[in-house]
């Protein structure tokens, strides 16, 4: 019995009866074994899925949350590129982190008076990102690459656009970052150390 026969039927079992029936600690085995397997084929294939195809998803552990870092960002000392309405600015840092890249995504309330269209608008950018992330992955998945990098997107411009103009900006900006770093290299002097 593989792994996903045995995860099925734990599904099903413990969605019918509410229990496990366990029949041999040999099952048991197959079972802790084959999801452990499949546990490591699917850390070890992070950037893509197990057939190969890119994986589009945006988890929460790719989001940038920590003050220290965002206060580096800002800071001094990051690139930013701008293609409007939106701007990246980015910074190599030695956070250890599953992701290779953090992002922040904002908009002011100065350009968006009311809620709803500054959430619309970081839903564009959120999703712009998503779908084309895969360009600057594939250049960070190099050797001499930063081992991970922080990102925010700002927004602004004053009225909204579709969501395809939005894409378009995204995609001309991961690929400046991607060619920056492919021309630069690990050049640059400005690395965070987190103690998290």
């Given amino acids: 019995m593989d792994a996903c026969t045995c995860v099925h039927f734990l599904f099903i079992a413990g969605v019918q009866n509410r229990f496990v029936l366990l029949v041999s600690k040999s099952f048991l085995f197959v079972l802790t074994s084959g999801i452990f397997v499949v546990t490591c084929r699917l850390k070890e294939k992070r950037m893509k899925n197990l057939d190969g195809t890119k994986k589009y998803a945006f988890r929460k552990s790719e989001r940038l949350c920590s003050k220290r870092v965002i206060g580096v960002l800002f800071g ?7 293609a409007y309405p939106l701007r990246v600015v980015f910074i190599p840092t030695e956070m250890k982190t599953v992701e290779p890249v953090s992002v922040l995504i904002s908009v002011s309330k100065r350009h968006f008076k009311r809620a709803v269209w500054r959430n619309r608008v970081k839903r564009q950018v959120r999703e712009a990102y998503r779908l084309n992330k895969h360009i600057l992955l594939d250049t960070l998945m190099l050797d001499r690459m930063p081992k991970h990098l922080a990102m925010a997107f700002l927004w602004l411009g004053d ?3 579709s969501s395809t103009v939005v894409e378009a900006k995204m995609r001309n900006l991961l690929f400046r970052i991607s060619e920056y770093y492919q021309k ?7 690395f965070v150390e987190t103690a998290e």
């Fill in 184 to 190: 630069e290299g690990r050049t640059d002097e400005t």
């Fill in 159 to 161: 009225e909204q656009v």
């Fill in 76 to 82: 001094g000392g990051s690139r930013s590129f701008a």
